[in-house]
Structures are given as C-alpha cells and as structure tokens.
Nanobody, 115 residues
Framework: QVQLVESGGGLAQPGGSLRLSCVAS????????MGWYRQAPGKQREFVAH???????TYVDSVKGRFTISRDNAKNTVYLQMNSLKPEVTAVYYC?????????WGQGTQVTVSA
C-alpha cells in the first residue's frame, strides 16, 4: 500500500528550528529520489528540496543554507531540517517522489512561523 506520512511540524518562532519527517512504505521509497514540497495558503504547491538515492541534494533558492534534506534508507524515511526559520516558510509541507511527485499525497504537516 502506498503511503506517505509526514510529521514534525508545529509553531515556531522566527529564527527557530523544526525537523520534519516523512515515513514512506518500502515500495514507495526504495530506489527513488524523494522530495519535500509545500503549499502556503492561497498558493500552489511548490518544490522545496529533493535528495537522490545516493544522497545528492537540490534546494529551492529561498531555503539554501537554512534547510537540509536527508534520508534514512533503512527506515524508509526522509527528513527536512529547517533552521533560521522565517514567517514566509509558513505552509503545509508534504513529501513525495522527485523530481516529479507521482505518489498519492499524504496529509502533510503544518509549519507555522510566527512571533
């Protein structure tokens, strides 16, 4: 069964940190590039970062140097470490395959950055 379960979001202050996790079913994760995407209120879902099967990473310019994507293949899990948070990153964050998301979307995890 294809399943993506995101967690780790919450309310953070500007300058703070959050670590998002996404657990995928083995069939969804194994051998695939994985990515994080986000959707802010009133906006379309957009790419944030992806990681290849060998650990190569790509980020949208606005998060370079502040976000780090990683994966644990043994746990079928992809992470997004978010540091130096800014209010403009407030959104629901989702994981999916990359560079094209083709799995059913999970419920996402809400990230809110506010003082």
């Amino acid at each position: 069964q294809v399943q993506l379960v995101e967690s780790g979001g919450g309310l953070a202050q500007p300058g703070g940190s959050l670590r998002l996790s996404c657990v995928a079913s083995r069939s969804s994760f194994s051998g695939r590039w994985m990515g994080w995407y986000r959707q802010a209120p009133g906006k379309q879902r957009e790419f944030v970062a992806h990681i290849t099967t060998s650990g190569g990473t790509t980020y949208v310019d606005s998060v370079k140097g502040r976000f780090t994507i990683s994966r644990d293949n043994a746990k079928n899990t992809v992470y997004l470490q978010m540091n130096s948070l800014k209010p403009e990153v407030t959104a629901v964050y989702y994981c999916n395959t990359a560079p094209m998301p083709f799995l059913p979307w999970g419920q996402g995890t809400q990230v809110t950055v506010s003082a």
